[in-house]
């Protein structure tokens, strides 16, 4: 059993900075960030193959968003950069077993209750 807890959401101006944080409890291999607008679907934002260190990006965010997991701390990070308005949306830390399909929600077994992100113009 994964346990995560997101935290660092908040409010920012467009162009802004804000650092997500999630904290595993239990034994994870691949561990990730996904967001959710309203009346939108959930959609994969970054991940990371633990121990291989590879890491995916969706492509909105590609070359703004830097993802990383510190095994000391057992935790994901998410630094986000240059944020604009459509980035608004509930983040969620997500895990699972295999490193395989490392963007598909679907694909995740454990979930963190959300961060909100909000980017104002």
């Known amino acids: ?5 997101e935290s660092g959401g908040g409010s920012v101006q467009a162009g802004g900075s804000l650092r ?4 595993l409890s239990g034994r994870a291999y691949a ?5 959710q607008a309203p ?7 970054a991940s990371v193959c633990i121990g291989v260190e ?3 990006y969706g492509d909105d965010v590609k070359g703004r ?3 990383y997991y510190r095994d ?9 950069n240059n944020l604009k308005p459509e980035d608004t949306a509930m983040y969620y830390c997500a895990a699972k077993t295999a490193c395989i399909s490392m963007l598909r929600s679907s694909d995740y077994n454990y979930w963190g209750q959300g961060t909100q992100v909000t980017v104002s113009s």
């Open 1 to 5: 059993q994964v346990q995560l807890v």
């Open 39 to 45: 009346g939108k679907e959930r959609e994969g934002v």
């Open 65 to 67: 968003f830097t993802a």
């Open 72 to 80: 000391a701390e057992k935790s994901l990070y998410l630094q986000m």
């Open 31 to 35: 561990v990730g960030w996904f967001r």
């Open 54 to 56: 590879d890491t995916y």
């Open 20 to 23: 997500l944080s999630c904290t």
